[in-house]
């Protein structure tokens, strides 16, 4: 079992950066693929980022390339989503997610957390 919980979300100008993290309880954590996804107003949840349980590998969403990046802290039991260059369209409710092995399909992820909200003015 894996509880995740995100945190650093908020309200910041157009090309401003935010970095959330998300703080994962249980001692399997590092076995996990962790991913980003986020769902904005009358929108699907979409796939944002993941990272393998060893940080060996990410993949990226194209709208989010170059501007958004993920790492992970397995001694912290932490993953982290550096937000660059924001844009208004990045504005959604961002959740943390934990699969068995890498990938982004949200089918595919087994633990979430209850999402934080990123807002971006422009």
């Not at 998300?22 to 991913?35: I, K, Q, V």
Request: net charge positive.
């Amino acid at each position: 079992q894996v509880q995740l919980v995100e945190s650093g979300g908020g309200l910041v100008q157009a090309g401003g950066s935010l970095r959330l993290s998300c703080a994962a309880s249980g001692r399997t954590f590092s076995t996990y693929a962790m991913g980003w996804f986020r769902q904005a107003p009358g929108k699907e949840r979409e796939f944002v980022a993941a990272i393998s349980w060893s940080a060996g590998s990410t993949l990226y969403a194209d709208s989010v390339k170059g501007r958004l990046t993920i790492t992970r802290d397995n001694a912290k039991n932490t993953v982290y989503l550096q937000m660059n260059s924001l844009k208004p369209e990045d504005t959604a409710v961002y959740y943390c997610a934990a699969r068995p092995g890498l990938g982004i399909s949200s089918s595919g992820y087994i633990y979430w957390g209850q999402g934080t909200q990123v807002t971006v003015s422009s």
